[in-house]
């Protein structure tokens, strides 16, 4: 039992990872819009994992509160509020999606080459590991929200406030997009 | 111990799928979702990379594409909205207007 615990936390990385592919794909192949968001909140979630495993808690924790708390909810209202029932019947995808297949496949393949050069390759040695000592500079548990708040307060003030600025456009956009027509 | 190549995998699995699904999938909703898709594959990137270099600079920046993907779902969804309204459908390829 402690073995198995054991194990599972240290391949915590690929089981979060892999599941959220598994959520991803039923996002894209799942037929009705809700199923979609689901298969979204899943992926949003375990990709959330991903990040706790790679010493990244405060991104990880934002994660969740960002995309399950905000955007899934977000998403679901809209899903709610469009009559999407009516497109059921229809094919859900394109016409021209054989194409489309091919082309991803080809991008597929072009990765999966620079991929075996990395796993086979001359540079496939353990400096591709990611060492532990290396992780202190993120000061990891306790001071990782102090870590981050430093990255982005002291270096990258001006992205931040852009940022900043970015998001009040988009508020103003969107409630300028959404309102009716009648004033 | 996670191997960098295989964090650089697994978001590129995300990444491929979040393109395969704008690619194909006809309804806007679904394509917003797989943008998002998208920028967490890059989000995991920012962070493996952080993890790797121990420095805090890539979280920082995960953090921030996280803000931009916020604003980008409001006026993402503001847009679908204000299509249904318009237009009474959600299908992207109901949406004709440029086509000569």
């Known amino acids: ?183 | 111990m996670v191997s960098l190549n295989s964090v650089l995998l697994i978001s590129f699995g995300l990444f491929s799928i979040g393109v395969a699904g704008v690619l194909i999938r006809r309804n806007a909703l679904v394509i917003l979702m797989c943008v998002e898709l998208m920028l967490n594959a890059a989000n995991l990137n920012f962070i493996a990379f952080a993890r790797h270099s121990g420095s805090p600079a890539g979280q920082a920046f995960a953090l921030l594409v996280m803000g931009f993907a916020a604003a980008e779902v409001a006026v993402g969804l503001a847009l679908v909205v204000a299509l249904y309204r318009r237009r009474d459908t959600v299908q992207v390829d109901d949406i004709n207007l440029l086509k000569g």
């Open chain 1, 1 to 183: 039992m402690e073995h198995l615990l054991e194990s599972l936390g240290r391949n915590m990385f690929a089981i979060f990872g892999l599941l959220a592919l598994a959520g991803a794909l039923f996002m894209v192949a799942s037929k009705r819009a809700v199923h979609s968001v689901l298969g979204f909140l899943f992926a949003m979630l375990c990709v959330a994992g991903c990040y706790i495993s790679l010493d990244a808690q405060f991104l990880g924790v934002a994660q969740i509160l960002v995309y399950a708390g905000g955007i899934v909810v977000l998403f679901l209202f809209v899903v709610m509020l469009v009559e999407l029932t009516k497109y059921k019947e229809r094919d859900i995808f394109q016409n021209q999606s054989r194409l489309a297949i091919v082309a991803v496949l080809a991008g597929v393949g072009a990765f999966a080459a620079v991929f075996r050069r990395a796993f086979f390759g001359a540079a496939s040695s353990d400096a591709l590991v990611l060492r532990p000592e290396l992780a202190k500079g993120l000061d990891v548990a306790r001071q990782n929200a102090q870590a981050v708040s430093r990255g982005l307060f002291a270096d990258y003030l001006l992205p931040f406030e852009i940022l900043s600025v970015i998001l009040l456009v988009a508020l103003v956009g969107a409630v300028v997009l959404a309102k009716t027509e009648r004033v």
